[in-house]
């Protein structure tokens, strides 16, 4: 039986690179033989799903690697260099290093090593997908051709089974009893969560709105967080509940629960919080940048890439008190993931994978 | 399907501009709220690069601000009170003291200089040292560039025969 395994650098069930993994995975091994197998050792949410990468074993030519590109690790390119199996590339987008140079030079270097690595292994490449039409421009400027553009694996409408967790629809009443904002990433300066503190501040200092925020997602950035954390303690009026890394089920609960859903991030090659946040039936307000406009299309409230604080505020008030608008971006919201997402989209990558495979 | 009354949200886009320019008008958003903003968050930011050479320059910050406190140790403090006519007490107390606490002053003027002189040494070593490694980290990067330059251009030369040799191989 051939063998179509996947490789990814980190494992995570919060993580959405893997997310789109295990789902493909589970079309492959209709047809092949078919695992996850990560670099850095998968968290305890999928040690039973994903193995280490040192238990791949070596396959042959008529075999297919599938490597999800997001970040650069040398070992890992020379790894995949050294393979005799098809190699099919799926990118999710590199952070340009810039926002990191300073900061954390180590992950600066990794983030350029990703880009550099896609130059090395272009000339090994069978197939080439990218999830978005932003990442199939990027992949175009490495030299890369015949890119399929398909989001495989995205399931926006993953968390719908997932039972609200009542304690914190408790504490969220509590805390927040006329609703709050939502925003859900990793903790990462160039997600710009800062726009989301500063915008809460003015809701509540300008607009006298009773709201608060929430931010949900894996700390990753330590010095971001401190300094996240004492902007809210700078601005009087900033009420915001920094929620850390969530279990489905409250994921689940934050999305159903909010008045709006924030996008405030610098960069995104494919942005999958929003288009969860318009399954479970939130409205959505985000900055369009990379491939956001091309992602929530016309279902979202979408400002410039250049707006600034006070049109951000004016753009939630909006949405907040505003019934109608409200109403419509719900509905959009809805229309716009039932349509675009609701096929399998693991099809069309079988389908390829299979044309390579013969 | 859900039916609700549509509303233009491009219409709604465009109204948000006028919006927070009539806010503005009102005084609701105060002219500069937005650089202020930026700029503080940006300062904010600034403080957690973990670089030798930021916090070798925190440290130079604060030993000026260290010696320029030093020197206006003085002895002597304020005479002003909120209770009317207390504030004559007070200067006739200074009066009195000041003998003692200005010599108590300049030995701890004394003390600082040499505290401080020390620490200037330290600022100025950290400084040496910080120069000498970014002319290392210089020439090593420069290095190691030419190296993986090298790298690279042999592994495409190898992919180019490895392709070679299996062209010959098929025509075999």
Known sequence: ?358 | MIFVKQVEIEEILAGIQDTVARRRAEGLYPIGLENELEAEFAFMMSLTHRGEAERTEALALLLKEAISASREVSGLTSVNSRIPFIGIFHRVIRRLVARQTRGLAAQQRAVNDAVLGIVEHLVRDARGREDADYRMVASLSKHVLDRVAVIDHLYFVVTELETRIRKIEATD
């Open chain 1, 1 to 358: 039986m051939q063998s179509v395994h996947q490789i990814i650098v980190g494992a995570s069930r919060r993580d959405a690179i893997t997310n789109m993994a295990l789902s493909l995975r589970e079309s492959l091994r209709s047809q092949y033989k078919s695992n996850i197998y990560s670099y850095h050792p998968p968290d305890e949410s999928v040690e039973d799903d994903v193995h280490p990468i040192h238990e791949l074993q070596f396959g042959s030519s008529n075999d297919i690697i599938v490597y999800h590109s997001s970040f650069g690790i040398p070992k890992l390119t020379a790894l995949l260099q050294a393979r005799s199996e098809k190699l099919a590339l799926v990118y999710h987008n590199i952070t340009p290093s810039s926002y990191y140079v300073r900061s954390d030079p180590d992950f600066a270097a990794a983030l350029e090593w990703g880009r550099h690595e896609l130059r090395l292994l272009q000339p090994l490449v069978n197939a080439t997908f990218a999830d978005s039409k932003f990442n199939a421009a990027e992949l175009l400027e490495y030299g890369y051709s015949n890119i399929v553009e398909l989001a495989a694996g995205v399931n926006p409408h993953r968390l719908h089974d997932e039972p609200s967790d009542e304690k914190l629809t408790k504490e969220l009443r509590g805390h927040f009893p006329d609703g709050f904002i939502l925003v859900v990433s990793q903790v990462i300066p160039h997600k710009r969560m800062e726009l989301a503190i500063e915008a809460v501040h003015l809701l509540r200092s300008v607009h006298r709105l009773d709201i608060g925020l929430v931010i949900a997602g894996p700390q990753r950035n330590e010095g971001y967080l401190r300094q996240l954390q004492a902007l809210r303690s700078h601005l009087p009026e900033a009420h915001v509940l920094f929620m850390g890394e969530t279990t489905d089920s409250e994921l689940a609960t934050l999305y159903r629960r909010c008045s709006v859903y924030f996008g405030t991030s610098d960069h995104e090659g494919l942005a999958i919080p929003p288009l969860e946040a318009m399954s479970a039936g939130a409205p959505v307000v985000i900055r369009g940048v990379g491939a956001v406009p091309e992602t929530v299309g016309n279902a979202a409230l979408v400002a410039s890439p250049t707006a600034r604080i006070c049109e951000l505020t004016e753009m939630l008030y909006a949405v907040v008190t505003n019934n109608e608008l409200r109403d419509t971006l719900i509905a959009r919201g809805s229309e716009h993931v039932q349509h675009n997402f609701a096929n399998d989209t693991s099809s069309e990558f079988i389908r390829r994978i299979n044309e390579l495979a013969l």
